[in-house]
């Protein structure tokens, strides 16, 4: 949701989404939802955030960011910390809010992709690698993780030693979903749906569910 409009982050990969991609400008889309919860931000409020997110999940994440950072809000947090790494500098997607954010002195944004390109003049190396090294507190500090399995698996386990309590740690999981509504059964984690009770996990939710996501 930006200012007065939604916007869509649609990678075109097969035949819905090429569909997408090929559709004429002023086509009628029927879009069913909002489903599911979203970011606890009654628990960010007054705290560091740390937004940690890898390839196309940034979309949702950029969402929060940009929320944080809008001035009706940015007092309501404290220091932000956003680590956001793609694969090449094609991947990287907003670069224009990238751009914008890298110039504010209210945010510390770290981004890298996975290998040197030529050209590419930023940080190069894996988001967990990055999450090391960046060192975020976690002194009243809530982490928020969004990113492919892989980059969870690694990257946990720095949160981990950097001190976060598994209560402070959230997830947004990216499954396959068809129905959206807790009926079809194709995206649960044991007896959790993730269209319908997430998303956004607890990593102290998450520690008690079968290693699914
Ligand atoms: S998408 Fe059908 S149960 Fe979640």
């Known amino acids: 949701m930006d200012d007065g409009y939604i916007?869509?982050?649609?990678?075109?990969?097969?035949?819905?989404?090429?569909?997408?991609?090929?559709?004429?400008?002023?086509?009628v889309m029927r879009v069913r939802g909002t489903y599911g919860n979203g970011f606890?931000?009654?628990?960010?409020e007054g705290r560091n955030v740390v937004i940690v997110g890898g390839g196309f999940a940034f979309t949702t994440?950029?969402?929060?960011?940009?929320?944080?950072?809008?001035?009706?809000?940015?007092?309501?947090?404290?220091?932000?910390t956003v680590?956001?790494?793609?694969?090449?500098?094609?991947?990287?997607?907003?670069?224009y809010d990238l751009e914008a954010w890298g110039k504010r002195n209210d945010i510390n944004l770290n981004v890298t992709i996975d290998r040197?390109?030529?050209?590419?003049?930023g940080l190069v190396?894996?988001?967990p690698a990055l999450v090391k090294e960046v060192a975020p507190t976690s002194d009243n500090a809530i982490a928020i993780i969004c990113g492919p399995p892989i980059m969870i698996r690694f990257t946990m386990p720095i949160i981990n030693e950097l001190g976060f309590s598994p209560k402070d740690v959230f997830l947004s999981l990216e499954m396959r979903m068809k129905?959206?509504?807790?009926?079809?059964?194709?995206c649960n984690i044991g007896n959790k749906f993730v269209c319908k009770d997430g998303p956004?996990?607890?990593y102290k939710e998450l520690e008690m569910m079968p290693k699914e996501y």
């Not at 649609?10 to 035949?15: P, Q």
């Not at 606890?40 to 960010?44: A, D, G, V």
């Not at 040197?116 to 003049?121: E, F, N, R």
């Open 179 to 186: 129905c959206g509504i807790g009926k079809c059964g194709r």
């Open 61 to 80: 994440l950029r969402s929060l960011t940009k929320f944080i950072l809008h001035e009706a809000n940015r007092d309501r947090f404290k220091d932000l």
């Open 83 to 95: 680590i956001y790494g793609a694969r090449n500098p094609g991947e990287l997607i907003y670069k």
């Open 40 to 44: 606890p931000l009654e628990k960010m």
């Open 116 to 121: 040197a390109v030529p050209g590419w003049t």
């Open 7 to 27: 916007q869509f982050n649609v990678k075109k990969v097969r035949v819905v989404t090429t569909a997408l991609h090929n559709s004429e400008e002023r086509k």
């Open 125 to 127: 190396g894996f988001v």
């Open 200 to 202: 956004v996990f607890a």
